[in-house]
């Protein structure tokens, strides 16, 4: 009977044991370091993973991970509770004619008291909403330690403001008598805040100095220049969270808007959004550029101005986020980058900014490798932005790692997202930087005559073998992807001058003469950014087709382009906020593919300033040279 005991006993303690080994997160468990069951844990957010720190089900409730994002809901709704007693305690004080009650001076008292209780909630929930993980870690704790009652007195860290305030907690943790971090903060000479109307631009630099240095010609600030200076002062747009919030809001709807799947995912930025708590880096980029969008979509200077203030300490925490072994594969560095491309696009702070920033977060990715794509965020910051990186790849006209079979399918292995239409016909563009990096070199080998007639001969054939594989490749996906979609294949529709868009018109290639052509409708967005993908990558793979036979012809090559412009109104007008970007690699392409001073280009011109002027887009205004495929061609550098 004892040993029936015993055995049910050790039977029990197996049967427990996953539930116990469950309460530490699976990324601690392999790790093998201390989780504190919070959720993201501490280690998770001191690493920069908060959206990788995930638990296995388990069936106690005293198992559960504790949601940070569950403690700022409570400490929300007893700050609005607070208010409403207070706001009803004045409202009956306050009433004409009555007589102040015999417990006047103690209910004064209270009302102090739920005063000073409402400011410790605030700044608590500021702090746990924004400060650094080691912070909230320390806070949510105390808050926790008798199921929602404070153990102890904490001190309230709050609002948490960037850069200037870590020096301002770590003095703090060392002794300073100050129980309350400032919230603004000067850190040149101890001079009163900027007036909100000083014009701070981001410290770039002119299109003569640039160089292609990692991100040496973005994340450079210079410490003794009046933009590096002010940005260690808060403008008052910083300091009001809850405007913040709308224009985060406004941004996100702009860049990440709420579409179905058929539109192409592009929720990633959203995601982002909503981890930007656990990181003061993410914080500061979401502030940064929501601010700035916002100021320039309604044309409001100040507003833009303020936003530019906080450029300069995004970049140095960047810098110094990039400068370190372990935090320059986090989560929060890679939005960084992300948010700075998608506000270099609004702002082209420089001539380059955007190339700058789409060649930094390739090398990005590719230094954190594959297998740091297949979850959370970092997985649809991969995946949803793609085509800029293989659009990134052809501009650079060389090899790409994008193009190994592993960067095809580890991000997809965990089945986070599927391999749409879109993706299958990056799987073939991936391939074409490396056919045009060999074509470049056998041209410049050519000119400089340094190979023998044998060596020249065998290195056109493989050139030529290449471009014969990868278009029998290309034709195929066409016949299993477009022909065979399931919503039914593009449409062509009369131009009508609805809705104030551009007419496009076209020349008769053989006869001159001056038509209007049908626009291309669509069953989806997807569809429609991928087919003007699809012209794109045809276009700049016959850039390089010297074929003598099934070569791509020169009217062939015009009827691409034709076909990108074709799609743009409805695209255009069909896109939610700034999904328009998508096409911005495809409509340059079809720009270098359209003869000078033709009705076409006339079209392309008025098409780039109307995305400008109502979506508040500099890198359309500009013309998009530095997306140029033909910029580092050796034999078409000019325009």
């Not at 701070?200 to 292609?212: R, S, Y």
């Not at 050139?463 to 290309?474: H, K």
């Not at 276009?539 to 743009?568: K, M, N």
Request: charged share 25%; with cysteine; hydrophobic share 35%.
């Amino acid at each position: 009977m004892a040993g029936d005991t015993r055995q049910l006993a050790n039977d029990s303690r197996v049967r427990k044991a996953p539930n116990r080994q469950s309460r530490s997160c699976k990324v601690c468990r392999l790790r093998k370091v201390k989780c504190d069951r919070v959720k993201p844990c501490h280690a998770c957010c001191a690493h920069g993973y908060p959206s990788k720190c995930v638990y296995e089900s388990v069936p106690d409730d005293e198992a559960r991970p504790i949601s940070q994002a569950e403690e700022i809901r409570n400490l929300r709704e007893e700050i609005q509770d607070l208010r409403k007693r207070i706001d009803g305690r004045r409202d009956a004080s306050d009433g004409p004619g009555e007589t102040p009650p015999a417990n006047a001076f103690s209910a004064a008292g209270t009302q102090a008291r739920s005063l000073q209780r409402l400011d410790t909630l605030e700044s608590l929930f500021e702090s746990i909403r924004s400060a650094p993980p080691r912070v909230v870690d320390d806070l949510v704790r105390d808050i926790r330690a008798t199921h929602g009652g404070l153990k102890r007195e904490v001190t309230p860290v709050g609002p948490w403001e960037g850069l200037e305030a870590y020096e301002t907690y770590d003095y703090q943790r060392q002794g300073s008598p100050s129980s309350v971090i400032p919230i603004r903060r000067s850190l040149h000479n101890g001079s009163p805040e900027q007036n909100f109307n000083d014009p701070v631009v981001p410290n770039g630099h002119d299109d003569d100095d640039e160089e292609d240095d990692e991100f040496g010609e973005l994340m450079s600030v210079d410490s003794g220049s009046d933009s590096s200076r002010s940005s260690g002062t808060i403008s008052i747009m910083s300091t009001q969270r809850p405007a913040v919030d709308v224009f985060v809001e406004r941004f996100l709807d702009a860049f990440s808007p709420e579409v179905d799947i058929k539109s192409g995912r592009a929720g990633a930025i959203r995601a982002a959004a909503g981890i930007r708590m656990f990181s003061p880096l993410i914080s500061d980029a979401f502030e940064a550029v929501s601010v700035a969008f916002f100021g320039r979509s309604i044309q409001d200077k100040q507003i833009e101005a303020s936003g530019f203030r906080l450029y300069p300490r995004v970049l140095r925490g960047l810098q110094d986020a990039l400068n370190d072994p372990e935090r320059c594969k986090a989560e929060s560095t890679l939005v960084t980058v992300i948010l700075l491309l998608a506000f270099e696009s609004v702002e082209r702070t420089t001539q380059r900014g955007v190339a700058a920033h789409v060649r930094g977060a390739v090398r990005l990715i590719e230094h954190r490798g594959p297998e740091n794509h297949m979850y959370g965020v970092e997985h649809l910051l991969f995946t949803e932005l793609r085509p800029y990186w293989i659009g990134g790849a052809l501009a650079a006209r060389q090899p790409s790692f994008l193009a190994r079979e592993e960067w095809k399918t580890i991000p997809w292995s965990a089945g986070t997202t599927t391999k749409d239409i879109l993706h299958h016909l990056l799987d073939l563009a991936a391939d074409i930087p490396g056919l045009l990096a060999q074509s470049d070199t056998f041209q410049e080998e050519e000119r400089s005559s340094v190979m023998s007639a044998q060596e020249s001969a065998v290195k056109q054939a493989s050139i030529w073998n290449g471009i014969t594989e990868l278009t029998s490749r290309f034709q195929q996906w066409y016949q299993d992807w477009v022909v065979a979609y399931p919503d039914g294949p593009p449409q062509e529709v009369e131009q009508t001058a609805d809705q104030d868009f551009p007419i496009f018109r076209q020349r008769n290639p053989r006869t001159g003469a001056v038509f209007t052509p049908t626009k291309i409708s669509y069953p989806n967005l997807l569809l429609a950014q991928t087919m003007s993908v699809y012209y794109a990558f045809r276009l700049v793979l016959s850039s390089i087709d010297t074929r003598p036979e099934d070569r791509v012809t020169p009217l062939e090559q015009y009827g691409f382009a034709c076909g990108i412009c074709r799609t743009l109104e409805w695209y255009i007008l069909t896109a939610p906020g700034n999904m328009i970007n998508r096409l911005a690699f495809p409509t340059r392409v079809a720009w270098e593919g359209l003869p000078d001073r033709g009705p076409e280009r006339q079209f392309m011109i008025e098409v780039l300033k109307l995305v400008e002027r109502r979506h508040a887009l500099g890198l359309w205004g500009s013309g998009m040279a530095e997306l140029s495929v033909r910029e580092n061609s050796p034999l078409n550098s000019d325009e």
